[in-house]
């Protein structure tokens, strides 16, 4: 079903809408309170490092919070998955088809909706980077990490999305959080850890490919999701969009993320 | 607008093998109309039709002028619909106010303040503005019904498409429901399935009596009712004769059939009618499961 | 037809006195014959011949059981148990599946990415404890209310879902655990604390809290006690050492002990 077939900016008002709506209440799901209370209990433990001892660097030490971060963007694709399956869950399926907005404009505003996790994430980021900047130096790349990280969290909440759309069982999601979960690196990475959402890369640059890398999966998913029950000239650009940025960057990152035989990502 | 509301011309409509509809034709204008048939595929059927839920296999089908085959009419008349269905869906970790705001978003209303005070108008009409900020789940039976009833209200539609909108309540919810509908803005068409009789003689202009996929009655609810007279009477004791007879508390029985010659008929009311018209109906499909 | 069965011969049919080749012989006039029929009838038996068909009946008309019912009856299980234990919802192919996956992954990640055993055996534990809240968790079991009404709804329905749970989340895990890089006995390090966690799971609910958020917060316990045990003792399986495992058996005792003495708290729905 085509949404509303007036004008482009009144066509947009009802996905605004409901991305308000859902927004908001992803914030307040408790899958998204669980990942906020790792970032936050991360963030403690690198406050506490930081005054306890005097050499702790953000750096070093600030992967605390890092890791805090892998489990809000792994939270947030089960709760945005979860507020996607809400309509087959509660049955309420027929009595929503005889509304004029659609399937397809309903996907839309979840998918603006993944800017609130976002927001809050970045919030929260921003709070303790700031703070580390007070204690001891914080370089452009620990930045762009926490840029790549936020990245990150949107991309997995349109995961999230896109699952719901093409496997809505509720089960998927948490199976493929497990998943994501096992194939974040480690001490020992290995070549192909580059193309994981939460790889970490030791080179300004090669980090920004990564955003990059992230965003074009970003609008491959979104797609995806939207695309299950719309098909418009406007879908199949993004689509395309994303399936190049996704491409270039990760050829770019397999082929220069580890230059030689040295260690080549953080 | 000129012209009915809701138009259907020879619909049918398969389940498989079963008939569900088999050349339903009838028109609807702004007015209150009565549904009744026995449970199952056909009443229902109509009320998914023209709630643009479902559509016909054969038949023409025009809901405020426009033809719902068309995806573009089909968007135009939603906008203009309420439908309340026979066995409502909530989001259950939601408050009430919050999935009527939910609903009221998909119904374009993309405004907040506006949209606020709409599901705030919806709400008090249906006497659940006390219990706005809580919880689906922690409603009861009777609140759910009356919170899908509310959602059906939003933006005053033109068509309102009720599935037994007075289940499950009590007297006095059942007498707010025809105070409600009787004071609806607008002079909207109201489509309404119920098996509560007297909703019919208190509401409805006008009544359709739905059975085995086909239309069998169309008119007033008096004429309904008249349809049964002198084909009621009482006496003391049970009658074999009767298609139907039951004790009635001061002791006399009521019979539903033929009577036997001299005896003292009574007026008839509804549900008589009903039984005479439909009841083999009934009991055939009953012997079919 | 010409000629007709006679009284005798009939009489001899209907008792099954008559001889081998007589026999056919009528039974191949009766499939032609209606009269001879008819008059067969009125020497049979009806009683016996109402119950026959009575019992051809309900074995046609029974529900169908399926293959995991069938095996359970074939094992000895009563055949209302297995209805019951086949009807609950976590037993449902997608959960099963789900966990496959899961395991699987883990599996993988173990051989690929270097971390052994570890993650494995973090997951295997959980299998029946997430079992267990799927089995309960209202959202997914829609006939609590009615349950909770009937005799065996409440305590007897919890402990015999708990165990076909528990019984059916060993059987993928045991089956996964083969793919293990690492054998031996850390391949099996997985079951007391199945065991442990599982009663804790239902010991803890005992108490009025729903289940699924008593498993949830018993899972996140889990996970981080073993990453913080295996920091502190700098090997990761610190947890699934025989310090950990006494441990374990220890919960599973004391668990034992609350679900029965606070049974009565089965019985009743939780607000």
Known sequence: MSPTSTSPSTAWAPVRALARVEGEKLLRSPLFLAGAAFVALGSAIFVRASLTNPSATWNDDGWTVAAGTIFLAIFTMVATNHAALRD???DTDEQHVSLPIGRSTRTGGLLLATAWPAAGAAVMVL??????????????????????????????????????????????????????????????????????PFAGISDVGLALWHAVYLLGLAALLGVAAVGRTSRTRWLLVAGAVGVGATIASAAVLLTRACPGTGPCLL | MSGPTIELRNIEKRYGAV?????????????????????????????????????????????????????????????????????????????????????????EMTDRANRHDEVRRV????????????????????????????????????????????????????????????????????????HQTEDVTALCERVLVLAAGEVRFDGTPEALAGTADGRVWVGADREDGARLSWRMGDGRHRHIGDPPPGARTEPATIDDAYLLMVGDTTAREGAAA | MSWHADARVLDGYADGSLGGASVYSVEAHLAGCPRCRGELSKRVD?????????????????????????????????????RVVVATPSLRTSWILAVATSLAFA??????????????????????????????????DPLWEIAAATPTGGFRLTMIRAAAVITVS????????????????????????????????????????????????????????VVVAGQMAADPLAVFAT??????????????????????TFERAKA
């Open chain 1, 88 to 90: 087959r869950r509660e």
């Open chain 3, 170 to 225: 060993i059987v993928p895990t045991a089956l996964a655990a083969l793919g293990l890089p690492e054998l031996g006995w850390i391949a099996v390090a997985w079951l007391l604390p199945a065991l442990g966690l599982t009663l804790l799971t239902l010991a803890l609910s005992a108490g009025g809290a729903t289940t699924p958020a008593v498993a949830g917060v018993v899972a996140a316990t889990w996970a981080l006690g």
């Open chain 3, 46 to 82: 009806s009683d016996r011949l109402d119950r026959i068909w009575g019992d051809v009946r309900s074995d046609v008309e029974a529900p169908r059981r399926g293959v995991v019912e069938r095996a359970l009856v074939g094992v000895g299980v009563p055949a209302h148990t297995a």
């Open chain 2, 19 to 107: 008939r569900a509809l088999d050349g339903v034709s009838f028109d609807i204008g702004p007015s209150v109309t009565g549904l009744l048939g026995p449970n199952g595929a056909g009443k229902t059927t109509v009320m998914r039709m023209v709630a643009t839920v479902l559509a016909p296999d054969r038949g023409d089908l025009r809901l405020l002028g426009r033809d719902p085959s068309s995806a573009s009419d089909r968007v135009a008349i939603r906008r203009r619909l309420g439908y309340m269905p026979q066995e409502p869906g909530f989001y259950r970790s939601f408050t009430a106010f919050e999935f009527v705001d939910y609903v009221a978003i998909l119904k």
């Open chain 2, 123 to 194: 709400l008090t009409a249906v006497g659940l503005e006390d219990v706005a900020s809580r919880k689906v789940k922690a409603l009861s039976g009777g609140m759910r019904r009356r919170l899908a009833l509310a959602q059906a209200l939003l933006g005053s539609p033109e068509v309102l498409v009720l599935d037994e909108p007075t289940a499950g309540l009590d007297p006095e919810q059942r007498l707010r429901f025809r105070e409600l509908v009787s004071q609806l803005p607008g002079r909207p068409t109201v489509l309404l399935a119920t």
């Open chain 3, 107 to 140: 599996v993988l990640a173990g051989r690929l990415v270097g971390d052994a055993n570890l993650p494995f055996l973090v997951l295997a534990p959980l299998v029946p404890v997430l079992g267990v809240a799927a089995a309960f968790a209202r959202p997914i």
């Open chain 3, 243 to 264: 310090r950990g495992q006494v441990l374990m058996a220890t919960i599973a005792a004391a668990s034992v002990i609350v679900v029965v003495r606070r049974r009565d």
């Open chain 1, 127 to 196: 709070l303790i980077t700031a703070y580390a900047a007070t204690r001891g130096p914080v370089t452009t790349l620990d930045n762009v990490h926490v840029a790549d990280r936020l990245v990150a969290v949107v991309t997995l909440g349109v995961l999230g999305l896109a699952l719901a759309a093409w496997l809505p069982s509720p089960f998927v999601a948490p199976v493929i959080a497990w998943g994501l979960l096992l194939i974040t690196p480690g001490e020992d990475s290995q070549a192909w850890h580059v193309l994981t």
